[in-house]
């Protein structure tokens, strides 16, 4: 891939405040151009975006944050990640800059949000990309399916649990590059590197553990269950591009129905590619994104 036609290969770090919680996010310029938000998963950063910033910032003024308790946003006060105060954040940065409308591209809990958001606010948004974004995994659905005290309990344990949790120490970043290898197989080592070196922060003892906030892990118990989740997807209005990759639990969906509930919808899927299909398949994403943004 060519670097930007300006030659500058990387964005500048910005700050915002939402819940009194101090948020970061990258900015890759190009202020005159038409705004593209770039929002990424769970126990994710916005540098993983890097590659297909680089693709778009000469067409777009690309902004990519990190969610609350990720990269190098503040965690939580009281370990709380929930999806309307994820929402809640988006809402406040799109608001601080004065982004809308604009185009939103995003990636699974990221995905999940954005659409949320675009049910919220439909006027808000003029495209919008979810790349695997609407579908929560099978376990967690039956957990929600659980009556509340049941949930509650469950949510109260995985808590405590993870208290105790030791968040795993890496000797080199070669390390703790392998172990993201091994979450996402169709990585490079190259890709792999860059993620990891964006994605850990150096300990005292000169180890490396990574970034997001380990409170992040459990599910809190009060969760939008299908229909609540269907019901705010059926208020989005603009043009949706659903992307799911062949080989990923979040299956197509357009085979159950999943997105039938947005009007304007499209779905594309991609071979060879598992959950991350902007990393899986970066050149046929890329070819599909920008046809689908461009107006």
């Not at 949000?113 to 439909?122: C, D, H, K, N, T």
């Not at 376990?139 to 509650?152: A, N, S």
């Not at 070669?174 to 922060?201: F, W, Y």
């Not at 019901?231 to 992307?243: A, F, G, H, Y």
Request: proline share 6%; with cysteine; aromatic share 8%.
């Amino acid at each position: 891939m060519t670097a930007p036609s300006d030659g500058i290969l990387g964005p500048s770090s910005s700050f915002y405040v939402s819940q009194r919680l101090k948020l970061h996010f990258v900015d890759w310029g190009a202020e005159d151009k038409p705004p593209l938000l770039l929002v990424h998963g769970g126990r994710d950063h916005a540098r993983n975006w890097d590659w297909v910033a680089r693709a778009l910032r000469d067409d777009y003024h690309v902004i990519a944050p990190d969610l609350r308790g990720h990269g190098d946003s503040a965690w939580s006060i009281g370990g709380q990640y929930t999806m309307p105060e994820y929402v809640l954040d988006i809402a406040q940065l799109i608001d601080v800059l004065d982004l809308a409308p604009l185009r939103i591209m995003a990636h699974s809990l990221g995905a999940a949000v954005s659409l949320q958001y675009a049910g919220v606010y439909p006027e808000k948004v003029h495209k919008l990309v979810a790349i695997e974004g609407m579908k929560i995994p099978d376990p967690v659905e039956k957990l929600m399916e659980r009556e509340p005290w049941e949930t509650m309990r469950h949510w109260i344990e995985s808590v405590k649990k993870n208290s105790r949790r030791t968040p795993r120490r890496y000797e080199t970043i070669d390390e703790a590059a392998a172990r993201m290898q091994e979450e996402n197989p169709h990585l490079s080592a190259e890709q792999a590197r860059h993620l990891t070196v964006h994605g850990v922060a150096r300990n005292e003892d000169g180890t490396f553990t990574w970034k997001f906030d380990n409170d992040a892990r459990p599910l809190f118990p009060q969760r939008l269950d299908r229909e609540a989740r269907a019901t705010t997807w059926r208020r989005i209005t603009c043009p949706t591009l659903l992307v799911h990759g062949s080989e990923s639990w979040h299956g197509d969906p357009s085979s159950d129905g999943r997105a039938d509930h947005i009007a304007n919808a499209s779905v594309v899927g991609f071979d060879d590619a598992g959950h991350w299909v902007h990393h899986d398949q970066l050149e046929g994403f890329l070819a599909a994104a920008r046809d689908f943004l461009r107006d």
